[in-house]
Nanobody, 123 residues
Framework: QVQLAESGGGSVQAGGSLRLSCGAS????????MGWFRQAPGKEREFVSS???????VYADSVKGRFTISRDNAKNTVYLQMNTLKPEDTALYFC?????????????????WGQGTQVTVSS
């Protein structure tokens, strides 16, 4: 059974940093694209970042230059380093994996999802 488990969320002040982790179990994802999405209360789930099997990355404009996605295939883990956090980054952050090699920016492109980890940024 494939499972994705996020960790690293928390509460920080604006300008602070957090590092989210997503560990996968049940299969290896070294040749799969992984992604991060977020969902704020009352809003739709939105794309944050994705990384493909060759470590090529893509970011939403709202986080470009502040967030960095990376992966450690030996640990079957993907990370999201979040710097210079803003109150508008407050959301439940989800890790996702897809069968494809290449990154994706749409919720519908992903096959596996974690339960989410809460990030709260105060002003």
């Amino acid at each position: 059974q494939v499972q994705l488990a996020e960790s690293g969320g928390g509460s920080v002040q604006a300008g602070g940093s957090l590092r989210l982790s997503c560990g996968a179990s049940g299969r290896t994802f070294s040749r799969n694209a992984m992604g991060w999405f977020r969902q704020a209360p009352g809003k739709e789930r939105e794309f944050v970042s994705s990384i493909n099997w060759h470590d090529s990355t893509v970011y939403a404009d709202s986080v470009k230059g502040r967030f960095t996605i990376s992966r450690d295939n030996a640990k079957n883990t993907v990370y999201l380093q979040m710097n210079t956090l803003k109150p508008e980054d407050t959301a439940l952050y989800f890790c996702a994996a897809r069968h494809s090699l290449d990154w994706g920016t749409l919720v519908s492109q992903y096959d596996y999802w974690g339960q989410g980890t809460q990030v709260t940024v105060s002003s």
